[in-house]
Each structure stands twice: as C-alpha cells, then as structure tokens.
C-alpha cells in the first residue's frame, strides 16, 4: 500500500496515460473526474484500469434513481470505486451503495472539502455525514488534508472500518504526513504530480514522506 491517489485532472487522453504511466509504481488507485471524463468521455476509465484501479470522482448529488444510472455506468466501465456527496442524503446514499455492493466496488462520501470555502456550508453537517456513511455501509470518506484536525475529528466518528482519503496536499497547502498522523488511509495529490517537470520524483517524495 502506497497511501498515494493520483487525482488526474488533465484534460486529455495522451497527458493522461502519459502522467498515469510515469507515476504507476507510486500510486494506488488514479481518481478521475469531470476535467478528464468531459474531454475525453468515460471510455478513459476502461484504458486507465489497465494501469491502476480507478477513483470515479463525480461528487454524486442527485435522486436515488439518477444517482443509481451514474454509479452503473461509472462500474460498467470498470471503475472501482465512485465519490458521492452526503448532503443529498441517507436514500441518495443508499442507492450508490447498493449498486456498489452488486458490482463489489466502493463508495467514499465527501465530509467537508478542502478548500476554504469548505467550511461555509460543510462544517456544521460533516460529522453528520461521516456517521450516515457509516451507517449506510459506505467504504469510506472524502476529509480535507488541508484540516489534519478535522481528519482527527471525522476518524472518531467513523472508527477504524471505514477508509479516509484526503485531498488538498500540496498544490493546496496540506502536507502528506501530517495528514496521515492525523488519520488518513491515503493522501490524494493532483497538481504538483502532474504540472511538475518529474511526475515520478514527486510521487516518490511524497510517498517516502509517508513511510511507504
Ligand atoms: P490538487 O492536488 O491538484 O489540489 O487536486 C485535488 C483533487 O481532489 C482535485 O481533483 C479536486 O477536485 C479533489 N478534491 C479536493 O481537492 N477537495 C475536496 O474536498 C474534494 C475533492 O474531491
């Protein structure tokens, strides 16, 4: 286990496959989201599993049945595992986890985001949402690395079962090790993997900053 999620926010499919490439060996899982999926379409996802297990991060946020279709083309296309928010609740929730189960994949829900205005509206429902993802089976949850104390936080509610992965080391301000004294299973870094001139090197510095 490397604790290390490339977040792959490049727009197309040659920078993508290069970038994923250059830094296999570092990396867990790749998380994918609208950036790359838009300018490419989904069928990145089914080239990118040849590489690492994919994070589909569409922030699901809908109806118990749109979030249902969302989740069973993100698996059909070999996805892993797909981050939904929580504030939409415990029936939107549900379903992703319920299509999650049948595929044997997972869902990780978003507690509070990482960048500033993450504390507007997430900060008095975090907690919240981290015991429904308990409650409703889910495989983890999404707590921002740029707040070690709220991953500190958000890991008493959940216990030891449910994952963390956190976003916001490095292009953001957080630092990986803090982060992961702090609670978290793995650190998600895009920007400074992938806008550097040696995507490899940052990857291994990161991950030699963790121990792994
Ligand atoms: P970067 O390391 O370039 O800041 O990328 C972080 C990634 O994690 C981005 O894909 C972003 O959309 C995502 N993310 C985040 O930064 N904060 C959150 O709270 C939740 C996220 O999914």
């Known amino acids: 286990k490397n604790r290390l999620i490339l977040a792959l926010d490049v727009t197309d499919r040659e920078h993508a496959l290069r970038i994923a490439n250059e830094v296999s060996d ?9 950036p790359l999926v838009l300018g490419e379409g989904l069928g990145i996802v089914k080239e990118l599993v040849e590489i690492a297990p994919v994070i589909a991060d569409f922030k699901v946020a809908d109806i118990p049945n749109t979030d ?4 069973e ?14 504030f939409t609740g415990r029936d939107s ?10 595929f044997g994949t997972d869902v990780y ?6 960048h500033p205005g993450g504390v507007e ?11 429904m993802a308990v409650e409703a089976g889910a495989s983890g949850v999404v707590a921002p690395a740029t707040r070690p104390e709220r991953v500190k936080d958000i890991r008493k509610i959940i216990g030891e079962e449910l994952s963390i992965i956190s976003p916001g ?3 953001q301000g957080g630092s990986a090790a803090d982060v992961i004294r702090a609670g978290a299973d ?5 920007r400074s993997i992938y806008n550097s001139d040696s995507p490899a090197e940052v990857a291994k510095k990161i991950c030699d900053e963790m121990n792994c």
């Open 93 to 102: 929730l549900d379903s992703c986890v319920k299509v999650a189960n049948d």
């Open 186 to 190: 793995w650190v998600i870094v895009g």
């Open 121 to 131: 509206f997430f900060r008095p429902v975090a907690e919240d949402i981290a015991k």
């Open 169 to 171: 080391v490095g292009a």
């Open 26 to 34: 570092y990396v867990d899982s790749i998380k994918v989201g609208y």
């Open 109 to 114: 829900v978003v507690t509070e985001m990482s």
């Open 68 to 71: 249902r279709l969302i989740c």
């Open 73 to 86: 083309h993100v698996f059909n296309a070999g996805a892993a595992g797909i981050i939904t928010h929580g």
